[in-house]
């Protein structure tokens, strides 16, 4: 293998132009991953970018590399079965709310639990976009939409809920309007073995414009994202005052920090082996109103399926050699007719 | 042990066994062992298990019925016989649920100790039919096969309730004698099977050779059969299912392409076999993934594709419904993949275990656009070997989706197989890119994903890894050449016509359909799939009564070889049997606009070679 080649954001573009709707989060989103990757010393033709259908679904189509734009919700199942055979590759998802939560559901929980080496991007904007404008599974409740005039009766998923209770081994969130943190959950995200489930917080100018302002806007950030560090106390605020402290019964909570005492405040670890801790976090904010937090919520090691696959392999190969048709196919009871 | 006898031992041509019993008393395994014996005999043979999807119905009811029907013969057969000859009953559902197979004179051995009022009621008789002259008109032999066997298995320390499921083995003792099949391999494969629970292993030999030593000496029985070895070509022979068949055809096909071989499927009768068989050959450098589901199953063999893997999925009816978007996207994609269809009753779950030619249109026009893929189907149990290499070839040389059609009775059937000359078949050739195939006006080196090969119309197979020839494809339509998205209406009529041209076009390497013509034939019989059996012993037995009838079968349903037009005009009559209500009829009288007849039956269970003859006798049955 040659030395990995020196690149730029510009080789990691595509030639073709891009087609989303102009203000559309995706183009930060894309932006922030183009110029990571010259960073995380991977080659352009060892990288393959897969999605299934949405707007979020066309990011393959702007990315150098090998690219795949399958089928609704579908894409962490045919990830499954390129990053299996195909280890010396990094396999991208990239997906949405509705591709990854409505449609696909089935298929991100079983990629997550086997833990198959695959990161995946959920681009969450709680809309509809490419249908031009339902519901989505994380639409908040009551949602006015076109396909919901009287209101959405439906409780939304909480993405980072949903993969905690899917066995996750790397669960983070992160959000369009901070390329910084975009890139650097996105590099744990690629560094991680096995399944990376990130969750961006994306804006959707033309159907849920500012859904996500409360919280990531310039001045609302400081005091609404409260950033997980992982083996620092949990806090936030301009000045830190703020932080989170967990009950006796198990509850977490908000508290200024000045009335508990810093020894008080919750210390993030995001390699414990139980989620409980990660999940109670998930549940912090009710939705994207109320302090919410940002990071990696969970990062454990677990053994990749893949690898897991390919040893069974060599453990029968070891055993028994290297498979003999002639000998399997004399394998019953054969007889020999002169 | 003895084989002799002191009475005589005549000589038969042919016998149809039929074993039935509950689902619990191992039915399968002893129709299963008396093949095996049968084979190493060198008897020709044809198997028939027939078997609920209740795993465990309630005991003795007429819904937990599992049956197993063998055909030996001295010469080369087709079928598992038209109606047995012998029918071996454990239990009076068993008689019940299968006398209305057995003709008059024929031979029934009962588990007479079965026959008690609890279990005849659980029946549905009224009377015992063993003692009301019902049976009159069959040769009906009283067994206590449960009671011997308790007796043989007391001596060896094994309760009586335990013992009780060893008689199986007391009846396959006892067919084994009446039909001189040799003991010791049977002995062999008990000791091998069950070496782990001696007990059980002590209880199955003292059964079967309690069975055998009866039959010897309990004077019921007048004599003792013999079914000579019919005349086989020389070779090495095993005796094999089409589901082992297929699973082996996938491994040839993985060396043959040198690719590595990646099932993704999702359990599902009468298919899992499949994944079973592979899932134990690791060795083979097989990745086998059990899916959450049937679409995740394909999705993740189309994956492996991209990735320059061999993608296979295997399903059944059910099943191929939920992967008709991800075939399509395969279509689109222009990447190989097998998906194997062992086809079951349908409509919805219908008959999990009972075969149906059931999907052939499904698996022409399941999809929505013009989907085209090519259609295989094996004829036998042991041509699902030929067919599995066939649809990879396919696949991998056109780049595109394979349907390979099996069903339930190609699946579970057996017949012995002369193994092939592994050496002797031809390398198939992935062909992969290796370098950018054109070069901008500037120069430039460039790759395009949808070049194509200008006598196959295939696009390139450029898998991941390869510097210089990344590119993007995806189920949106593409320009041609470059693979771009494009709504151009122009281009989308080309695309579409190249996919269509590209399957078409495979009819030029399709060897001709070959017919079996016979000089003054007035009607062709035309079949596809698992219908040859019948069809063949249904045309010989025409030809017998003097009657002139040609035959062809397909092995290759889309597209259709390039005689078939020519071969279909030159009868004045075709009939078409199928295991539906016509499929390969319609697809025949659209394509060439001839008036074939199609001959129906939509019962769960292959034809009798009876009703193809008597179809034949109505048909042209006057111009004798």
Known sequence: MTAIPVTTRKDWASDQEVRWCPGCGDYSILAAVQMLMPELGVRRESTVFLSGIGCAARFPYYMNTYGLHSIHGRAPAIATGLATTRPDLDVWVVTGDGDALSIGGNHLIHALRRNVNMTILLFNNQIYGLTKGQYSPTSELSKITKSTPFGSLDTPFNPISLALGAEATFVARTHDMDRGHMQEIFRRAHDHKGAAFVEVYQNCNVYNDGAFEKITSRDARSSMLIPLVHGQPIRFGAEGERGVVQRPDGRLEIVDVAEVGEDA????????????????????????????????????????????MSRQIVRAQERLGVGDLDALLRSGSTWTVE | MATGTRRETEQLERVVVRFAGDSGDGMQLTGDRFTTSSALVGNDLSTFPDFPAEIRAPAGTLAGVSAFQVHIADRDILTPGDAPDVLVAMNPAALRANIGLVPAGATLIVNVDAFDERSLAKAGYSSNPLTDNSLSAYRVYEVPMTSLTQEVCKEAGVKPRDAERSKNFFALGLVSWLYTRPVEPTLEWIAARFGANPTVAEANTRAFRAGYHFGETAELFTANYEVRPAPFEPGEYTQITGNQALAWGLLAASRLAGLPLFLGSYPITPASDILHELSRRKEFGVRTFQAEDEIAGVGAALGAAFGGCLGVTTTSGPGLDLKSETIGLAVNLELPLIVVDVQRGGPSTGLPTKAEQADLLHAMYGRHGEAPVPIVAPRTPSRCFDAAIDAVRLAVTYR????????????????????????????????????????????TPKFLPYVRDPQTLARPWAPPGVPGLEHRIGGLEKADLTGNVSYDPENH???????????????????????????????????????????????????????????????????????????????????????????LSRLIRAEYLVDAQSLNKVQGVPFRAGEIEDAIVKLIGGAR
């Open chain 1, 265 to 308: 405040l919750v210390v993030h670890d995001e390699t414990r082996d139980d989620p409980g801790l990660a999940f109670a976090l998930s549940r912090l904010a009710a939705g994207p109103y109320e302090p919410t937090p940002i990071g990696v919520f969970r990062a454990v090691e677990r053994p990749e399926y893949g690898e897991e």
């Open chain 2, 493 to 583: 009529e080309a695309m579409v016509r190249w996919r269509a041209n590209k399957i078409a076009g495979i009819a030029k390497t399709l060897p001709d359909v070959e017919v079996d013509h016979e000089d003054g034939a007035e009607l062709l019989v035309l079949g596809w799939g698992s219908t040859y059996g019948a069809i063949t012993a249904g045309v010989r037995r025409a030809r017998a009564r003097g009657l002139k009838v040609a035959q062809a079968h397909l092995d290759f349903v889309n597209p259709f070889p390039l005689n078939l037009g020519e071969v279909v005009r030159r009868y004045p009559k075709v009939l078409i049997p199928e295991i539906n209500l016509g499929q």
């Open chain 2, 400 to 443: 595109t989706p394979v349907i390979l059609l099996s069903d339930g009775y190609l699946a579970n059937g057996a017949e012995p197989w002369r193994l092939p000359d592994l050496s002797a078949l031809e390398p198939i050739d992935p062909a992969f890119a290796s370098e950018p195939n054109h070069v901008d006006p500037d120069g």
